[in-house]
Structures are given as structure tokens and as C-alpha cells.
């Protein structure tokens, strides 16, 4: 059974990077799929952040492309989000996700529990 | 960006109702469309895809339909268990991927 858990700081200080790890267990992230994070602020709905696929492709949102970074460790079965120059609008539960991309039967079929990040000072 | 509009943003039914959620596409995406199911505090999940398929594990009650720039989500006969918030997502064009605003879906 894949399993995704997000793990890192639940507090950031304004202007600070925001940095999250996404664990995977029960499937190797060197094989298909593209892995990524969505985020979602309290009370509001969801905002796709952006995704990799194994190649090292990335593809991220316009609106947080200049602050965000995505990286995959194939070795610990890990990718990583960093966003820099954080405000409180970035306050969200964060998301990591398993998805098929680019093919019709995509979708985001796996998620993670979610990592509510604070900014505040 | 692809904007979707969903409709309506809340509503009220009882156990049993058929409920119809839309989703509307600012322009054409074929059939790239998925449907999520929220529950509070907790993360989404998937229900449909490509418009009309059913996730493996997902009840027969929930259904899709529809392509190019108008979807709906419909639900048979709503359980107890239905209660949540509804999001459909398209995937045709991927920067960005876009959501829909949500379908709060409340016991009458």
C-alpha cells in the first residue's frame, strides 16, 4: 500500500523558506508517476503548487514559480518543496501527492495527511 | 489559466436525495477531468477521473459525465457518509493545474 507523510516545520517566520519533505513507502518514486504538493489555506480550497516526474522534470504553478523549488532523493524515497520569501498568505495545510500526469486517465491518486505551516512571526 | 466554476457552492439534502454538482471549464479540456471528495481535516480523494470513471474502491453511486467545458458530479443516493466538500480539477492544461472552488454538501 502506498503511503506519503509530509514531515517539517509547522512554523515559519515571515520572509523565511518554507522547507517540507514527503516521505514514500510501498512504491519506488524512480518508477512512473510524478510527485508533487498541493496546498490548501484554512477554510479556503485547493492551489496546486507544482510537480517532478523521476527525470528530474518540473512543473510549477505561474503564481509561486520565482519562490519555489522541487526536489526528488531517489536514494531515500523522498521529495522535498522549498518556498522562499514566505508571508501569511502561504499559512496552508500542505499536501504531498502521488499523480498521473499528461495522460487521460490522470489524476492525484495519492495523498499525504497534510502538514498545516504557520507563518508568523 | 483554465478557470472551473463549480455550482452551486453549498447545498442542503437529505439521506437518499440525488445530488448534482457541475463543474464548468473556461475552455475546452476534452475529458481531463477529476472529482475529489473532502472531509474535514482531512486530505482529499479521488472519485472520478477522465470525466466518467469511477476510482477503484469508490461506490457505484457516484458518477460522472460530460466533456469539453461542462461536467457534473452526480451522487444516487446520498449516504450518510457523503457529507464533505466536492472539487473537480482539470488536467489538460498542467501550468497550472486548477481546481474548482468546492461544493459544500450539508445534511438538510
Known amino acids: 500500500q502506498v503511503q506519503l507523510r509530509e514531515s517539517g516545520p509547522g512554523l515559519v517566520k515571515p520572509s523565511e523558506t518554507l522547507s517540507l519533505t514527503c516521505t514514500v513507502s510501498g512504491y519506488s518514486i524512480s518508477s512512473t508517476y510524478y510527485w508533487g504538493w498541493i496546498r490548501q489555506p484554512p477554510g479556503k480550497g485547493l492551489e496546486w503548487i507544482g510537480s517532478?516526474?523521476?527525470?528530474?522534470?518540473?512543473y510549477y504553478n505561474p503564481s509561486l514559480k520565482s519562490r519555489v523549488t522541487i526536489s526528488v532523493d531517489t536514494s531515500k524515497n523522498q521529495f522535498s518543496l522549498k518556498l522562499s520569501s514566505v508571508t501569511a498568505t502561504d499559512t496552508a495545510v500542505y499536501y504531498c501527492?502521488?499523480?498521473?500526469?499528461?495522460?487521460?486517465?490522470?489524476?492525484?491518486?495519492?495523498w499525504g495527511l497534510g502538514n498545516l505551516v504557520t507563518v508568523s512571526s | 489559466d483554465i478557470q472551473l466554476t463549480q455550482s452551486p457552492s453549498f447545498l442542503s439534502a437529505s439521506v437518499g436525495d440525488r445530488v448534482t454538482i457541475t463543474c464548468r471549464a473556461s475552455q475546452d479540456i476534452s475529458s481531463y477531468l477529476a472529482w475529489y471528495q473532502q472531509k474535514p481535516g482531512k486530505a482529499p480523494k479521488v472519485l472520478i477521473y477522465?470525466?466518467?470513471t469511477l476510482e477503484s474502491g469508490v461506490p457505484s453511486r457516484f458518477s460522472g459525465s460530460g466533456s469539453g467545458t461542462d461536467f457534473t458530479l452526480t451522487i444516487s443516493s446520498l449516504q450518510p457518509e457523503d457529507f464533505a466538500t466536492y472539487y473537480c480539477?482539470?488536467?489538460?492544461?498542467?501550468?497550472?493545474?486548477?481546481f474548482g472552488g468546492g461544493t459544500k454538501v450539508e445534511i438538510k
Open positions: 501527492v502521488r499523480g498521473a500526469l499528461m495522460v487521460v486517465t490522470a489524476r492525484f491518486d495519492c
Open positions: 480539477q482539470q488536467f489538460n492544461s498542467y501550468v497550472p493545474l486548477t
Open positions: 477522465a470525466a466518467s
Open positions: 517532478i516526474y523521476r527525470s528530474g522534470s518540473t
